[in-house]
């Protein structure tokens, strides 16, 4: 008796199906995996806003000034009120241990609009001077500076846009907590509609 088995043509065919297959499924894999990050970002947004409204409540209803007179910066004023502080740490952004800035990649719109510099010091701004908190940027994919390799800021504003590394895009939390993907080229830096992201 003859034992059947495939021939060397109906192998490669076989092996042909499959590659093509596998050609067409790697852009959706790759897709979902993005989508996947983009997501995890926008809850980390969201997490840090969570921790933003609770120090504001404790603090006389003031945002955290960008930097602190001690040198510390806004983010480590509400380390007492974010459990996992992984929430700093973007899935898409390259981390490098001797950044200075290792480890957090996102940045907060406390330059010049939810916080101000009086004779040197960074002042936090009161909540009810935001004029459209579900417009007024927040926090967003920190910029970066053009360093080797690049550093993600810990802060942003009009003329230091956030990063784009999500699909062509950034997340953007705004002061009300919602939280939403934007292109870049989509965020107004002046006009009425500028005036309300950024509060300036």
């Given amino acids: 008796m003859r034992k ?3 021939t060397l043509i109906e192998l ?3 092996i042909a199906i499959i590659c093509y297959l596998a050609s067409l499924l790697t852009p959706a894999f790759g897709r979902a995996r993005e989508a996947a ?3 995890q970002c ?3 947004l969201r997490q840090i806003g969570l921790g933003m409204h609770m120090y504001i409540d404790e603090h006389g209803f003031q945002f955290p000034p960008v930097l602190f007179t001690d040198g510390t910066a806004w983010y480590n004023a509400l380390e007492p009120y974010i459990d996992d502080p992984k929430v700093f740490e973007c899935p898409n952004y390259r981390y490098h241990d001797y950044d200075k800035h290792s480890y957090f990649s996102y940045g907060y719109n406390g330059i010049y609009g939810l916080g101000f510099n009086d004779g040197g010091k960074w002042i936090g701004r009161d909540i009810s001077e935001v004029a459209s908190p579900s417009q007024c940027i927040m926090i967003a994919d ?3 500076v053009a360093d080797t390799p690049p550093k993600s800021l ?7 846009l956030p990063s784009v590394r999500h699909a062509g895009g950034c997340n953007i939390l705004f002061v009300a907590g919602n939280a939403k993907w934007y292109k870049r080229s989509n965020i107004p830096t002046t006009g009425e ?3 309300l992201w950024w509060n300036y």
């Fill in 154 to 160: 810990f802060y942003i504003y009009k003329d230091n």
């Fill in 4 to 6: 059947k088995g495939f």
């Fill in 12 to 14: 490669l065919v076989v």
């Fill in 193 to 195: 509609k500028g005036r």
């Fill in 37 to 39: 990050r983009t997501a």
């Fill in 142 to 144: 920190g910029a970066l």
């Fill in 42 to 44: 926008v809850n980390n």
